[in-house]
C-alpha cells in the first residue's frame, strides 16, 4: 500500500507554465499535473533539472522550488517560498 506523504491536498490539473533553470538560462516550456500548497508534479522534456529552480505560472506569478524526486520527464517538486 501506499503512503501519502503530502503535507497538503493535491489537485490534479493540466496546466502550461515555464520552469526557469537559473541564471543564463531561458524559461522553459513544461506542464504542471497536479499542484497542492506545499509543491507541483511537472512534465518536462528537457534532461537536466537543478536542485533548486523557479516555476513561472503566469508573468506575474512565479515560486521558488526544490526538486524532491524525478522519474524520466516528471518530477515533483516543493515549494520553498
Known amino acids: 500500500m501506499l503512503v501519502n ?5 493535491r489537485r ?3 496546466r502550461l507554465a515555464k520552469i526557469h533553470l537559473g541564471a543564463g538560462s531561458l524559461p522553459r516550456d513544461c506542464t504542471i499535473t497536479d499542484i ?16 533548486e529552480f523557479t516555476i513561472i ?3 506575474d506569478h512565479s515560486r521558488q522550488c526544490r526538486l524532491r524526486w524525478r522519474i524520466g520527464c516528471e518530477f ?5 517560498d
Open 5 to 9: 506523504r503530502r503535507r497538503s491536498e
Open 12 to 14: 490534479v490539473c493540466s
Open 36 to 51: 497542492s500548497d506545499g509543491g507541483v508534479k511537472v512534465v518536462a522534456e528537457f534532461v537536466e533539472v537543478p536542485p
Open 57 to 59: 505560472f503566469a508573468p
Open 76 to 80: 515533483g517538486a516543493e515549494f520553498v
